[in-house]
């Protein structure tokens, strides 16, 4: 065996090592699925929700991604401190490919469901999942598990005081429709930031 397939047959093992002690092999699944089925079951439905400005029509899939938050921030909490602390594996950046590929996943379910359904809406799920992912790493950087909570504030700020009338305000983001490049933008933007911060604050931890 020759150098280079030492080092593939190694970098495998890592990867494997890694994904064993994400829990991927199984919350991995569970989010996919859980965040499909809820899409789908609900993202026709509105509700009414007090808020300090009325009582607006909220969309229940402007809820579907909290799920699937909780479950990634599992994974990316399932640790093996002794070997991660090392330096000799790029956990940081394959963390990073996990976040990128379950938003990836998220937005490919969001398409499949809003073309199945004919309705643009179901996109707004896996628009939500990316800029509510941003905000949860983004708060990781600072207050660890817990940060989960922050998408769960956006989206009770954004039911309270996010809207005039049934009008979202442009900075809820979440509440915008499906076509708004808005919306887009700053959710590239937000998770663009929150991977940034990840990676920040792994190396002050290294």
Same mark, same amino acid.
């Given at each position: 065996?020759?150098?280079?397939?030492?080092?593939?047959?190694?970098?495998?093992?890592?990867?494997?090592?890694?994904?064993?002690?994400?829990?991927?092999?199984?919350?991995?699944?569970?989010?996919?699925?859980?965040?499909?089925?809820?899409?789908?079951?609900?993202?026709?439905?509105?509700? &009414?929700?007090?808020?300090?400005?009325?009582?607006?029509?909220? %969309?229940? *899939?402007?809820? =579907?991604?909290? /799920? #699937?938050?909780? $479950?990634?921030?599992?994974?990316?909490?399932?640790?093996?401190?002794?070997?991660?602390?090392?330096?000799?594996?790029p956990v940081?950046?394959?963390?990073?490919?996990?976040?990128?590929?379950?938003?990836?996943?998220?937005?490919?379910?969001?398409?499949?469901?809003?073309?199945?359904?004919?309705?643009?809406?179901?996109?707004?799920?896996?628009?939500?999942?990316?800029? &509510?992912?941003?905000?949860?790493?983004?708060?990781?950087?600072? %207050?660890? *598990?817990?940060? =989960?909570?922050? /998408? #769960?504030?956006? $989206?009770?700020?954004?039911?309270?005081?996010?809207?005039?009338?049934?009008?979202?305000?442009?900075?809820?983001?979440?509440?915008?429709?499906?076509?708004?490049?808005?919306?887009?933008?700053?959710s590239l933007?937000?998770?663009?930031?929150?991977?940034?911060?990840?990676?920040?604050?792994?190396?002050?931890?290294?």
């Amino acid at each position: 065996m020759d150098q280079a397939d030492s080092r593939h047959l190694q970098g495998q093992h890592v990867v494997s090592w890694w994904f064993k002690a994400r829990k991927g092999h199984i919350l991995l699944p569970l989010a996919l699925v859980v965040f499909a089925a809820a899409l789908f079951a609900v993202q026709d439905t509105t509700v &009414l929700l007090p808020s300090i400005t009325g009582s607006p029509r909220v %969309a229940l *899939s402007l809820f =579907v991604p909290v /799920p #699937v938050l909780a $479950l990634l921030m599992a994974m990316l909490e399932s640790r093996l401190p002794a070997a991660e602390v090392s330096g000799t594996r790029p956990v940081t950046r394959m963390d990073n490919a996990l976040v990128i590929a379950v938003m990836g996943a998220a937005v490919l379910c969001s398409a499949v469901i809003a073309a199945v359904q004919s309705t643009a809406a179901a996109t707004t799920g896996g628009r939500n999942a990316v800029f &509510l992912t941003g905000l949860m790493l983004l708060g990781r950087a600072w %207050a660890g *598990s817990a940060a =989960v909570m922050f /998408p #769960v504030g956006w $989206l009770v700020t954004v039911a309270v005081v996010g809207f005039r009338g049934n009008i979202p305000r442009p900075w809820t983001v979440v509440a915008l429709p499906a076509d708004s490049t808005f919306a887009v933008a700053a959710s590239l933007a937000a998770f663009a930031i929150g991977l940034a911060a990840q990676i920040r604050s792994s190396r002050k931890t290294a």
